[in-house]
């Protein structure tokens, strides 16, 4: 079983930083993949970055080089730096553990980022 919980998420202003971070208290295999996705109102959800438990880490354009996704195998977690952020960058951000021997996803409930200009 999967349960994931993020939290860090809030309200900056435009160039700020927030850390999100995804706990998951059950069980993750070696194989799993762990990243962030978002949705923004009127837009489909998309991927923000995801990373491998051997640290092979994929990002979207949009954020290449200001934002940073880590994974600490040994407490199940992974997070997100989120620096330099745009108004654009305001969505609800939901963890994700993608299962690929089962074909199965598995989200958390979401946390809101709003960035002000």
């Known amino acids: 079983q999967v349960r994931l919980v993020e939290s860090g998420g809030g309200l900056v202003q435009a160039g700020g930083s927030l850390r999100l971070s995804c706990a998951n208290s059950?069980?993750?295999?070696?194989?799993?993949?762990m990243g962030w996705y978002r949705q923004a109102p009127g837009k489909q959800r998309e991927l923000v970055a995801a990373i491998t438990s051997g640290g092979i880490t994929n990002y979207a354009e949009s954020v290449k080089g200001r934002f940073t996704i880590s994974r600490d195998n040994a407490k199940n977690t992974v997070y997100l730096q989120m620096n330099s952020l745009k108004p654009e960058d305001t969505a609800v951000y939901y963890c994700?553990?993608?299962?690929?021997?089962?074909?199965?996803?598995?989200w958390g409930q979401g946390t809101q980022v709003t960035v002000s200009s």
């Open positions: 059950g069980i993750i295999f070696s194989t799993d993949t």
């Open positions: 994700n553990v993608r299962r690929a021997w089962l074909n199965s996803d598995y």
